[in-house]
């Protein structure tokens, strides 16, 4: 295990003990993404183990761009294999010259409390960037993922030049390249998202990322 990583093991063990049984916490290795998991509390949550690999949305924040200087991404929400909700952060962990070497994942199942506490919506809900964040242009963290969507999508039909309603073949074809490349298809259902938004289908989406690929 990288020496540098070690250290937070205690760190994890604590938040799990605080939070319970319905809280894992997970050390990933980013040296080694396919067997990235070298520790592992409350693992039946997701049903992981050590030595398994990153899910979808960890290979999105240690390969996408948009995390070179984040330091945690807070309260995203996806649902597993189970279809358990499960509400996750995720803190970059970095050596001395910034690069990253590992992740912690924070991930709590929300079962119970939306089955028994309704009244704790405020708890369960994705948190939105508050206006100061967005007033300050604050990049030190993202709230969640579906305003970074929103935000690499405008960015890439402003690259067009034109309205998305008037969008040609070619201009969808360089959205989708785009998006791409920001390691956006990374994340499990934004080809759906992208198909809507353009106004094509999926298999589009599909043809499109082939062809880009294979050039």
């Not at 948009?66 to 597993?80: I, R």
């Not at 994942?105 to 028994?116: P, R, S």
């Not at 994705?126 to 604050?138: A, F, R, Y």
């Not at 759906?192 to 999926?202: F, P, T």
């Amino acid at each position: 295990m990288n020496p540098l990583l070690q250290q937070y093991i205690p760190i994890m063990k604590a938040i799990a003990k605080m939070f319970g049984d319905d809280c894992e916490v997970v050390l990933h290795d980013a040296a080694d993404p396919e067997h990235s998991i070298i520790a592992i509390c409350n693992g039946h949550v997701t049903g992981r183990k050590v030595g398994d690999a990153l899910n979808e949305v960890g290979r999105y924040l240690l390969t996408s761009d948009f995390f070179t200087d984040v330091e945690y991404v807070t309260n995203y929400q996806y649902k597993t294999i189970a279809g358990k909700k499960i509400k996750s952060s995720g803190i970059f962990l970095r050596d001395e010259q910034k690069k990253v070497v590992g992740l912690m994942c924070i991930n709590y199942d929300l079962t119970f409390m939306e089955e028994a506490f309704k009244r704790m919506e405020q708890f369960c809900n994705v948190s939105k960037p508050t206006p100061e964040d967005q007033l300050n242009g604050n990049k030190h963290f993202f709230e969640n993922l579906e305003t970074l969507f929103d935000d690499v999508f405008n960015d890439a039909v402003k690259q067009t030049g034109r309205a998305i309603s008037v969008l040609q073949k070619d201009d969808k074809y360089n959205i989708v390249k785009y998006l791409h490349q920001q390691g956006v298809f990374l994340v499990s259902g934004n080809i759906d998202l992208v198909a809507e938004r353009l106004n094509v289908s999926k298999y589009t989406i599909y043809n499109y990322l082939a062809d880009i690929k294979k050039k």
